[in-house]
């Protein structure tokens, strides 16, 4: 048996001293999109008119992309908020005779945000509220109230479908689909912004649905990728339904090398071990713009941190809104130092971290040349965004250059302590690349 190994041994060490140096045509994909230190999103929240005529054309003007979360049932042409199920009259009349509880509350909650009052669908999000903090009795007693007042005509009254925080939109689907079309992410935070966690299976899976059928027609593939419960929920049966209806949530992603720092959370990114940190903060209004700034500091001390920034208002419009001068400041300040950062929407980050731990990487080392086998283990329809790799070359090679496909690109050689490399992007579905050498 020792002989058989030791055999082995030999016949694999020959193999490999056709190579001068082992280190020849060692390739990794790189933690970040051209081998940056980390990652940074702009993320914006409930589609507020002031995030595309205020932040946006700043964005725009540094050529930074962002993702915005919108509430697709404030845009003219989409399929609207609505309840679904039993006549109203019929539910409103029972709870005069049953009281609210586990067989009838996730009903009560979905219907009552829709019976025309703003105070109405208050009811609805503070019993929402309650309920995810585990109040559930409280939440119950929160629904029979809004009821008694429904059945004895004293909430206010008015004739919209009301939204949470009815702020105008103004925002077009043609306005949105040309900010797709220039970078930017456009994608759902539900039809009308409710409570998740309290709404029955019909009335949740409507909410995820008609609100991904609205982006695919009026925008297209790229923006039904990933989305964002509203209230960031993380609540475990609203994450199950969601999961299963987008490829990616904001709210919570499932991968165990991922440590999700949320907005809530105190921990710090230096604190887990894991592969990534996506560390989401929440710039709301008290977080001065020093404060802001450190925690992209903090990702360039780090190499493998995905900020995740969540914005809501803008100026005079949203909650907690910052200003146009701190955005000019903060967005400014990010760009001076993108050398180093990543700076995408969330979904393209998202597929990138994916791509690279789904993807094998060979290469084949000839005099000349080095070819790099590629094999992607997801969907190459979806998962496109670029990769970059990192390979090492022959210490004589004076000019390098990568081909794939019919693309091809000279590139930089640079070293390290381990010798020469090149740095290139290669499209994870496009085949092999091939590194030609010169000297
Ligand atoms: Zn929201």
Redesign the pocket.
């Known amino acids: 048996m020792k002989t058989i190994i030791a055999l082995l041994l030999i016949s694999l060490t020959q193999v490999s001293c056709t190579q001068t140096d082992p280190i020849l045509g060692q390739t990794e994909i790189t933690k970040f999109q051209g081998n940056k230190k980390g990652a940074i999103s702009v993320t914006y929240?409930?589609g507020i008119v002031n995030q595309f005529t205020i932040a946006k054309p700043i964005m725009d003007s540094l050529g930074l992309p962002a993702t915005f979360y919108i509430i697709t049932g404030k845009v003219e042409g989409s399929g609207k908020g609505k309840f679904i199920g039993r006549d109203p009259r019929e539910i409103i009349q029972e709870t005069a005779q049953i009281k609210t509880d586990s067989t009838n509350f996730f009903e009560r909650a979905s219907l009552i945000a829709f019976t025309g009052t703003s105070e109405a669908e208050e009811y609805h999000a503070r019993a929402g509220s309650l309920f995810e903090q585990g109040k559930v009795t409280e939440a119950y007693a929160l629904i029979d109230e809004g009821y008694e007042k429904i059945r004895n005509g004293t909430m206010k009254d008015t004739d919209d479908v009301v939204f949470h925080n009815n702020i105008e939109d103004t925002t077009t689907w043609d306005q949105y689909k040309s900010y797709a079309a220039q970078g930017h992410e456009i994608a759902s935070?539900t039809v009308t912004?409710p409570r998740l966690a309290v709404l029955d299976e019909v009335n949740l899976l409507y909410e995820l649905k008609q609100s991904k059928a609205d982006l695919l027609k009026f925008i297209g593939p790229e923006s039904i990728f990933s989305a964002e419960g509203?209230?960031g929920t993380e609540n475990e049966r609203v994450m199950e339904y969601a999961h299963k209806v987008y490829p990616s949530l904001r709210n919570r992603m499932p991968e165990e090398w991922l440590e999700e720092i949320n907005r809530g959370s105190k921990m710090t990114p230096g604190e887990s071990a894991k592969e990534y940190i996506q560390w989401q903060r929440g710039p709301v209004t008290r977080i001065d713009i020093n404060q802001m700034k450190a925690w992209v500091d903090t990702v360039m001390t780090h190499d493998n941190n995905w900020l995740v920034l969540v914005f809501h208002g803008i100026e005079n419009l949203g909650w907690e809104p910052k200003t146009r001068p701190e955005l000019v400041e903060y967005f400014s300040y990010m760009k001076a130092k993108e050398q180093d950062l990543w700076i995408a929407t969330f979904r393209d980050v998202t597929k990138y971290l994916r791509e690279r731990k789904a993807t094998e990487v060979s290469s084949k080392v000839k005099k000349d040349s080095i070819t790099i086998g590629l094999n992607l283990n997801l969907d190459p329809l979806v998962y496109s965004v670029p990769l970059t790799l990192k390979t090492y070359i022959p210490a004589d090679w004076t000019s390098a250059q990568v081909i794939q496909g019919k693309e091809s690109q000279s590139l930089e050689i640079q070293s390290d302590n381990k010798g020469a490399y090149v740095i290139y992007d290669v499209k994870p579905a496009g085949g092999n690349a091939i590194l030609n050498g010169g000297n």
Do not use: E, T, V
């Open positions: 929240d409930d935070h912004h509203p209230y």
